[in-house]
């Protein structure tokens, strides 16, 4: 509850500050996901997946990748999703409203996952200033099957785990620097034929080549 009273209280000192002093809010430039590599050391994927428009209007995303990267030896398989917002503010109307990225723990019941473990874990991730980072860790399950995710927000610079975080950075960076540009990293592999150490391996290792190639696409 204190979390969230804290949050709320940024999100009204944020709508008074922005209201009183803030400029237009700034879009940062940024390389298209079109342009990201196909393959990443040992890791390949076939070809970018796409969303269909009512899914990527829900999501609100101004860019976003989509790759199942593959790698032969050791064999694996990981799921790729980043979503980039170039605004989590709408301006519609003559109003503002919420663009907010949608974060996975509401997302994935909705689609008939079940969360049967949820924790933070530190990641490496070299090029970042956090060093260690929290990011988030699911354990997920959809009848028989079972698979293991690893998410985090990337906003101008900064990992973050938690959702009260990210409002509480989102109305700090609106009022002070007229941006609310932001991203969600997703990382999913099955656990159906392989052994939770092995699965954990295989995301911390495409999560540290991945963000070390997101600077030119996730603005800092």
Request: aromatic letters at 10%.
């Amino acid at each position: 509850m204190s979390k969230a009273l804290a949050a709320l209280a940024f999100l009204a000192l944020n709508f008074y500050i922005y209201q009183f002093f803030a400029t237009a809010e700034v879009i940062p430039t940024h390389l298209s996901f079109a342009n990201w590599p196909l393959q990443i050391e040992g890791w390949s994927c076939p070809e970018k997946g796409k969303m269909d428009d009512k899914t990527l209007a829900n999501l609100g995303a101004s860019d976003y990748l989509i790759c199942d990267y593959r790698r032969a030896d050791p064999p694996a398989a990981v799921d790729l999703y980043v979503g980039w917002h170039e605004t989590q503010i709408r301006h519609e109307g003559g109003g503002d409203y919420e663009n907010s990225i949608h974060p996975p723990k509401h997302c994935l019941p909705g689609s008939g996952w079940e969360i049967i473990d949820a924790t933070q874990v530190p990641l490496d991730l070299e090029g970042l200033p956090q060093r260690p980072a929290l990011v988030n860790r699911l354990v997920i399950a959809k009848g028989e099957q079972r698979a293991l995710v690893y998410y985090w927000y990337q906003t101008q610079g900064r990992v973050v785990a938690d959702d009260w975080r990210k409002i509480v950075y989102l109305s700090w960076d609106r009022a002070r620097r007229h941006r609310t540009d932001g991203s969600l990293i997703r990382l999913t592999t099955s656990l159906d034929h392989k052994d939770d150490q092995r699965a954990e391996a295989d995301l911390r290792e495409l999560a540290a080549l991945v963000v070390a190639r997101l600077g030119p696409y996730v603005p800092n």
